[in-house]
Antibody, heavy 118, light 107 residues
Framework: EVQLVESGGGVVRPGGSLRLSCAASGFTFDDHVMSWVRQPPGKGLEWVSGISWSGGRTTYVDSVKGRFTISRDSAKNSLYLEMNSLSAEDTALYYC????????????WGRGTLVAVS | AIQLTQSPSSLSASVGDRVTITCRASQGISTALAWYQQKPGKTPNLLIYEASSLESGVPSRFSGSGSGTDFTLTISSLLPEDFATYYCQQFSTPPYTFGQGTKLGIK
């Protein structure tokens, strides 16, 4: 069974930093692209960042470029999101999402970790 | 960035109704489109990928069609568990944008 478990969320002051983690299991982690998707309270979904299976290619939505860094550790089957210079607009539930091999649609999602910037 | 516009933003329907939701892309994306269902307090659930392929385990009353810029999600006969919010998402070009969502409520 595929499982994605996010952690690392919390309350942070504007300008602060957080590091989100996603522990993956139940599939061959190295075979799949991964992404972070966020959802502000009561609002829609926003794709934030993606990373190739090797980690060699990363992409970001413009609003987080230069502030967020996505990475992965194949030895730990884990995905990360380093978030700096946080603002109120970054307040959201952050989901870890598994891509379909090299394609960025998402067949499994974690339950999310809440980031509140206040 | 490619923008996805869903219509309607909300609709009310009855059990047994046939419902169609539209997603329009600001530029051509071939068939690189997925549809998700999200119920309150739950994670999104993949329904359709590649515009018309049904994800394993998803009931056959859900179907998708379209290519290029215009896409539709159809629910052939609504069941009570189908009342939820639906999102389209393009995976043609990063950033891999979502539509704003369509909230399907009970009439």
């Amino acid at each position: 069974e595929v499982q994605l478990v996010e952690s690392g969320g919390g309350v942070v002051r504007p300008g602060g930093s957080l590091r989100l983690s996603c522990a993956a299991s139940g599939f061959t982690f190295d075979d799949h692209v991964m992404s972070w998707v966020r959802q502000p309270p009561g609002k829609g979904l926003e794709w934030v960042s993606g990373i190739s299976w090797s980690g060699g290619r990363t992409t970001y939505v413009d609003s987080v470029k230069g502030r967020f860094t996505i990475s992965r550790d194949s030895a730990k089957n884990s995905l990360y999101l380093e978030m700096n210079s946080l603002s109120a607009e970054d307040t959201a539930l952050y989901y870890c999402a598994k891509g379909d091999y090299s394609t960025y649609y998402f067949d499994h999602w974690g339950r999310g970790t809440l980031v509140a910037v206040s | 960035a490619i923008q996805l516009t869903q219509s309607p933003s909300s609709l009310s329907a009855s059990v047994g109704d046939r419902v169609t939701i539209t997603c329009r892309a600001s530029q051509g994306i071939s068939t690189a489109l997925a549809w998700y269902q999200q119920k309150p307090g739950k994670t999104p659930n993949l329904l359709i990928y590649e515009a018309s392929s049904l994800e394993s385990g998803v009931p056959s009353r859900f179907s998708g069609s379209g290519s290029g810029t215009d896409f539709t999600l159809t629910i052939s006969s609504l069941l009570p568990e189908d009342f939820a919010t639906y999102y389209c998402q393009q995976f043609s070009t990063p950033p891999y944008t979502f539509g704003q969502g369509t909230k399907l409520g009970i009439k």
